[in-house]
């Protein structure tokens, strides 16, 4: 498997509760639940004794994951702390759950070794903001492709129609001093700043480039970009958009500045389903005071917008491939720094801990087949 060693997003928050919940992530089914003190806990889904599906098992009351089949108990830590009609728990009977987090509304899980190499990106924006949504998506293709469109900011003006008199690009590395690493480890970390000048624009002008649209099936998207773009030019007497990416392997936090002043925050996580599969999770916030009505319609608003963005993007998204041999403009940079950086963190990832991981113990460890015909299974004592 080629993911990179990095923090994924896994689910959210509210998906994960004291019954437990299969996890197809990583090319593998997991069992996630929340122990007695409502801690998330992760781990490889069969049970070690004849692989039952732990998913379909219950928590107790003392927050331990019970095994729908034999009732073999694991406490959050993975080990097993009970075996009916038995005194000896076999070495083999314990699990090695993956190093979780819970933040900004979704659970997280280290990928690639047995300890983080890097600490769980911060995104402060997120306790300070005055509104906040959360939006998932399923997309059929890898995690690095879905993080590096987020770094072609050309695609914003080309594809999405951001109005734009002028677009002035910037990729940062480690050694980038016009963007120093915020929230993110600096060996794990790349950047990027986009400045979009708006046009002077008339309300006809701005309907026109909406309505040009129509026939590449972009017009709701279309029109809410150019219109609320339009919008706030004449409102707020907005003349520059500036967003400032901070990015790590397999996501993103990226601020919105209205004429430098910080308006948008969003946190973007890419986890994959399997090598060609990969779900994408997005926490909007917002910045603004104006009472919690407004506050409300505005984080519908832009929320709604992130999610046709996103939407309009799935299908280009799932053609690309960065395999190929590509050809590349001075504007490409950024997604260049950010390939690199994954790639960078492939080679990270602990071939030990991969050749274990889910580490299942030698449960059905088939060793003969008796003189019936029935496979003979190691009793892994």
């Not at 314990?94 to 769980?120: D, I, K, N, Q």
């Not at 960065?322 to 260049?336: I, K, N, P, Q, Y």
């Amino acid at each position: 498997m080629s993911f990179a060693a990095s923090w994924y997003a896994l689910a959210r928050s509210s998906e994960i509760g004291t019954k437990p919940k299969r996890l197809t992530r990583f090319g593998k089914n997991l069992v996630a639940w929340r122990d007695r003190q409502g801690k998330p806990s992760v781990m490889g889904e069969s049970c070690p004794h004849f692989g039952a599906s732990l998913a379909a098992g219950h928590v107790d009351r003392d927050g331990c994951l019970v095994c729908p089949f034999h009732r073999w108990r694991f406490d959050a830590g993975g080990a097993c702390v009970g075996i009916p009609g038995s005194n000896v728990i076999p070495p083999t009977a314990h699990r090695s759950p993956m190093v979780t987090a819970e933040r900004y509304g979704l659970v997280w899980a280290w990928w690639g070794s047995a300890e983080p190499r890097f600490a769980l990106p911060d995104f402060p924006q997120y306790d300070d903001a005055k509104a906040r949504s959360v939006h998932e998506f399923a997309i059929r293709t890898p995690v690095p492709v879905i993080v590096a469109n987020s770094y072609d900011a050309r695609h914003f003006v080309e594809f999405h129609r951001t109005p734009a008199a002028a677009i002035r690009f910037r990729a940062e590395t480690e050694s980038g001093k016009a963007l120093e690493p915020v929230g993110i480890d600096t060996d794990a970390w790349c950047g990027s700043n986009a400045v979009v000048e708006l046009p002077d624009m008339s309300f006809g002008e701005a309907l026109d480039s909406a309505l040009a649209e129509r026939s590449r099936g972009q017009f709701m998207t279309t029109l809410s970009t150019v219109m609320g773009t339009w919008l706030m030019m004449r409102t707020a007497n907005m003349r520059t958009i500036r967003t400032e990416m901070h990015g790590w392997p397999t996501g993103h936090s990226t601020t919105t500045f209205i004429d430098e002043k910080p308006k948008y925050a969003l946190l973007a996580a890419a986890c994959p389903v399997d090598e060609s599969q990969s779900m994408l999770f997005g926490v909007m916030t917002q910045s603004h005071k104006r009472g919690p009505i407004r506050d409300g319609l505005a984080s519908l608003v832009s929320g709604a917008q992130f999610a046709q963005h996103v939407g309009a993007d799935v299908a280009i998204m799932e053609t690309l491939n960065f395999d190929a041999r590509g050809v590349h403009v001075r504007e490409d940079r950024a997604t260049l720094e950010y390939l690199k950086l994954y790639d960078k963190f492939v080679g990270r990832v602990d071939p030990a801990w991969l050749e274990g991981w889910p580490y299942e113990g030698r449960h059905l460890s088939l060793a003969r087949k008796g003189r019936n015909g029935v496979q003979r299974a190691s009793s892994g004592l």
